[in-house]
């Protein structure tokens, strides 16, 4: 179960259920030269969520209800940022 601050590594698949208030921390330096995600797949029962950047696919922060996600951050290089999205997998 996870709440606090969740440090992240680029490139990596990371599982978890999150039970209270979370907050990503994306990496700050990146290889330009390769693409780089990260995927977290989530079992979302409560609280808030801050996905450690402003930058949305479809330009839309992403709304968690119960249920299960997977969560993409990817490193835009021409943004210079990483920029996030949600796949809803279902309900509990």
């Known amino acids: 179960e ?16 999150i039970d209270g208030d979370v907050t990503f ?7 330009t030269t390769c693409f ?4 977290v797949m989530v079992n979302y029962t409560s609280g808030t ?7 949305y696919f479809n330009k839309t922060a992403p709304e ?3 249920g299960y996600y997977d969560v993409y951050f990817d ?3 021409l943004m210079s940022g990483w920029v996030v999205g949600t796949i809803s997998k279902g309900n509990e």
């Open 2 to 17: 996870t709440t606090g601050v969740v440090a992240f590594e680029s490139n990596k698949i990371y599982t978890m259920v």
């Open 25 to 31: 921390s994306l990496p700050e330096t990146v290889d």
């Open 36 to 39: 780089n995600q990260i995927k």
């Open 49 to 55: 969520v801050d996905f450690g950047t402003t930058n």
């Open 64 to 66: 968690l209800g119960v």
């Open 75 to 77: 490193y835009d290089n």
